[in-house]
C-alpha cells in the first residue's frame, strides 16, 4: 500500500480510507492510496508554508545542484517510473520511455534557468534614483496535474516552480498518483522536508480544499474546461494566481503539396499517440478537396495497420483508453457524427478483448462538418475526422473555427502557404512538418479556451514568480513637486 508524501515522510490520510488503482489494460488491481480529504491538505500546506522561507532563500546554485539531483535520480529508477506509468495509465512503454526522459530533462533545463537571473537594473529617471526589478515566487504553490503525462505534466510546474523559490503540494489524478507517489518518494527525497508535498485524492474531496485554502498563493492546473471554470470560481475571491492549461481541440491542415504517405504517418501519429488522450491531439483535419482520396486512401491504410495490446507488450502501438467512461464518450461523438452524415472508413468499435481493457479501434471518418460533436468538442480518444476544403484561404478560416486554441499543425513545404498559416492561425503552438514536438526552451499553452498560461521556457518559469519594482532614490532632499504648491 502506498502513502502520500507530506513533510518529506509518507503519509496515511487522517480518516485512513484508501483508494484502489487499477490497470486500465486489464483491470488488475496494481495498488491502493490514501483517499485525502481537507485535513490532509491542512498538513500539506502546512508543511510547505513552513519550509518556504528557507527555501525561498536558498541561493540559486545551491538550489540548481538540488534540481539536478531529482534529475539524475529520474534517470537512476527510470525503469521503474516507466513501468509504473505504463501499468497505471496504459499507453505504450516506448512513450513512457519518452516522458521519463522528457521529464529528467525538464528539472535539468530550470536547474540551470533558475540561476540566470532574478530580475532587472532599469534606467532611472534621476541621477540619483536606482530602479530595478526583483522576481519572486508567489510561496505555496498547487500543483493539479492530469493522468495522460502524470509525471511530464507534473515535471513541467513543479521544475520551474521549484526553480523559481516556491514550495509545492502536489494533487495528482485519482487514476494515476502511483507515478507521482514514487517520484517524491525516490526521485524527490534530498529537497529539504515540506518543499514539496503529494496528496491523493479525487477533486471533490482533496482538490477542491487545495485550491480554496487561503496559504495557496498559485494554482498550475492542466485538465479539462469545466475543471478548469470550477478552479477559478474557487480561487477568484481571494485573486490566486492561476496557471491553466485546459485542454484544446487542434486542427491539422494538410497541403495540396503534401505527400499522402508521409502525411498519413504524421497525422496518426499525432492523433493517435497515447491513444489520442493528448491535449494537443489533432482532432480536426483538414484535407485538400483535390486530393482527398489519395490523402484519405493513405490515412485509412496505415491506420488498419497499427496494433492495439498491453503498454508493456512489444510491438503494441495504442494501449487501453484510461477508462471507460473515456471511450463511451468517444464512441457517442462518433456515433452522432455518423447519424449526420459521416462515413465511417476503419475502426470505430470496441476489439475482442479478453482482458476486459478500455480498448478502442481508432476510428477514422470523412463527410464531417463543423455542425459535428467530434469537429467542436474535445474528443481526447482515438478518432480522425476529415473535412474537405476548397482553398487554403478556406482551410486557415476552419483551422480558427473553434473556442479553443492550443496548437494547430500544417503539412507543407509551401513557403507562402506556411507563412500564411502561422501568420493566420490562432493558436498557442504552431507545428509545420513536425506535429508534436516540443522544445525545452519553447514556450507551450494556449489562446481562449484553452488557457492563457505557458509552461516551458522562460515563460514557464516567470509564470511562478511575481515582480516587484524597487524605486531608490539616493538623495533624501524634498522634492520641489511636493505639497505644499507654489
Known sequence: MKNMYVDGSPREAARGNRTEIHDPANGDLLDSVPAADAADVEAAVAAAERAFPAWQGCVANERASLLHGVATRMREHQDAL?????????????ENEEEVEWSANTFDYYAELGRHEVGQVLPPGAPTQFNFTLKEPYGVVACITPWNYPIMLLAWKIAPALAAGNTCVVKPSELTPLSSIYLAEHCLSHLPPGVVNVVTGTGAEAGEPLVAHPSVSAIAFTGSLETGQRIASIAAPQMKKLHFELGGKDPMVIAEDAEPEKAARALAYSALLNCGQVCTSTERVYIPKARAAEFTE?????????????????????????????????????????????????????????????????????????????????????????????????????????????????????????????????????WINDPLTDNYAGPFGGMRLSGGSRELGQEGLDEFRTTKHVHWDFSTEPKDFWFPYD
Open 298 to 430: 493513405a490515412l485509412v491504410e496505415h491506420v488498419r495497420g497499427l496494433r492495439l495490446g498491453h503498454g508493456l507488450d512489444a510491438g503494441t502501438d495504442l494501449g487501453p483508453m484510461i477508462d471507460a467512461r473515456f471511450r463511451t464518450r468517444v464512441e457517442e461523438q462518433v456515433d452522432e457524427a455518423r447519424a449526420k452524415g459521416a462515413e465511417l472508413l476503419t475502426g470505430g468499435r470496441r476489439p475482442e478483448s479478453p482482458s476486459g481493457g478500455a480498448f478502442y479501434e481508432p476510428a477514422v471518418l470523412r463527410g464531417v462538418d463543423h455542425s459535428m460533436r467530434i469537429m467542436r468538442e474535445e474528443t481526447f480518444g482515438p478518432a480522425i475526422p476529415l473535412m474537405e476544403y476548397e482553398s487554403f484561404d478556406a482551410a486557415v478560416e476552419l483551422a480558427n473555427d473553434s473556442p479553443f486554441g492550443l496548437g494547430a499543425s500544417l503539412l507543407s513545404s509551401d513557403p507562402g502557404k506556411i507563412k500564411r498559416f502561422f501568420e493566420g492561425v490562432r493558436a498557442g503552438t504552431i
Open 82 to 94: 516507466i513501468e509504473i506509468l505504463t501499468l497505471e495509465e496504459g499507453k505504450p512503454k516506448v
